[in-house]
């Protein structure tokens, strides 16, 4: 029977194929593709219509208890500036902080020791129904 351990890091995926004998070999090949591009969610809808301050209250609110769905901070906090962010801004910042984007969008990534992290649209996008003030 072989054990084979695999770890993802730096979008590269390294496995170490132990056999009986405890003897180990390795072998290291690129993870699928390479970082995804991100961008906007695509249009959405809030059940209700939503006010601006009523967003902003919803999206103060996820990020004051996201830390407590597991994952880092550290990571929670590069989500954060990401997704407050422009574009090209947030795929710098999501690359630097070593995230694995799963959902171009952000809806969901995971840090490099696999925890996984979900983000709601309403922290990434405005919804089609916001009411604007006039």
Same mark, same amino acid.
């Given at each position: 029977?072989?054990?084979?351990?695999?770890?993802?890091?730096?979008?590269?995926?390294?496995?170490?194929?132990?056999?009986?004998?405890?003897?180990?070999?390795?072998?290291?090949?690129?993870?699928?593709?390479?970082?995804?591009?991100?961008?906007?969610?695509?249009?959405?809808?809030?059940?209700?219509?939503?006010?601006?301050? *009523?967003?902003?209250? #919803?999206?103060?609110? /996820?990020?004051?208890?996201?830390?407590? %769905?597991?994952?880092? &901070?550290?990571?929670?906090?590069?989500?954060?500036?990401?997704?407050?962010?422009?574009?090209?801004?947030?795929?710098?910042?999501?690359?630097?902080?070593?995230?694995?984007? *799963?959902?171009?969008? #952000?809806?969901?990534? /995971?840090?490099?020791?696999?925890?996984? %992290?979900?983000?709601? &649209?309403?922290?990434?996008?405005?919804?089609?129904?916001?009411?604007?003030?006039?």
């Amino acid at each position: 029977m072989n054990l084979i351990e695999c770890r993802l890091s730096d979008y590269t995926l390294g496995c170490i194929q132990l056999d009986n004998m405890g003897c180990a070999g390795s072998s290291q090949t690129k993870a699928e593709g390479t970082a995804k591009k991100i961008r906007k969610p695509k249009a959405w809808k809030h059940p209700q219509p939503i006010t601006k301050s *009523q967003l902003i209250q #919803l999206r103060e609110e /996820f990020w004051d208890t996201a830390p407590h %769905y597991g994952g880092t &901070k550290e990571i929670w906090d590069a989500l954060r500036a990401a997704a407050e962010a422009d574009l090209t801004l947030a795929q710098a910042i999501v690359d630097s902080a070593g995230i694995i984007v *799963q959902n171009p969008d #952000l809806t969901v990534c /995971f840090d490099e020791r696999g925890a996984r %992290y979900e983000l709601p &649209k309403y922290v990434l996008s405005e919804p089609k129904n916001l009411i604007r003030s006039s």
